[in-house]
């Protein structure tokens, strides 16, 4: 799956749910969201799995709201990307932006995709006075999501430069 396919495949989820709300989503893709506080403050993000023909997400009920939007929406996005993965075993999330593992990737790629538009970002990169780190703060989104949709855009033939490298281990602390 190529950052194209990703970015085309949101826009596709977005039309037909009407929606970029991770909680509207998972509603509509019939999800059960469960939240749980099992794994502490520091430990699983969240997980989706799949039994008698339901798809369960678990947030980590520790999570700040923000956070625990972005892992629910990477959660969804496993669910329309790897959802037969789901039906073997359950993708569990201790590190949300993994860059060592495609599916991982390819989850990070679709969450800063659907949670940031193209035109929000290209809104505040035209501002003079904006620098990376207040264009995340205008956005709610942490730097590090920040660069996967950068990385997305970049992709798909936008001229901008990736501030800081991707980090696959940022939310693990």
Request: aromatic fraction near 12%.
């Amino acid at each position: 799956m190529t950052g194209d396919y990703i970015h085309r495949e949101v826009l596709r989820v977005m039309a037909k749910y009407k929606t970029n709300d991770p909680y509207d989503l998972l509603d509509a893709l019939g999800v059960e969201v469960r939240e749980s506080r099992v794994y502490g403050r520091d430990g699983l993000k969240g997980y989706c799995y799949f039994s008698k023909r339901t798809i369960f997400v678990v947030l980590n009920g520790f999570l700040p709201e923000v956070e625990r939007r972005i892992v629910a929406m990477h959660e969804a996005a496993h669910i329309i990307l790897h959802r037969d993965q789901i039906k073997v075993a359950p993708m569990k999330d201790n590190v949300i932006y993994d860059m060592t593992s495609r599916t991982e990737y390819q989850a990070n790629l679709f969450t800063a995709d659907f949670l940031i538009s193209d035109d929000e970002v290209e809104a505040l990169t035209a501002q003079e006075d904006m620098d990376y780190f207040r264009i995340c703060k205008e956005l709610y989104v942490s730097p590090d999501l920040m660069s996967f949709k950068l990385f997305s855009m970049i992709q798909r033939g936008y001229q901008y430069n990736l501030p800081q490298g991707l980090n696959s281990t940022f939310l693990k602390n």
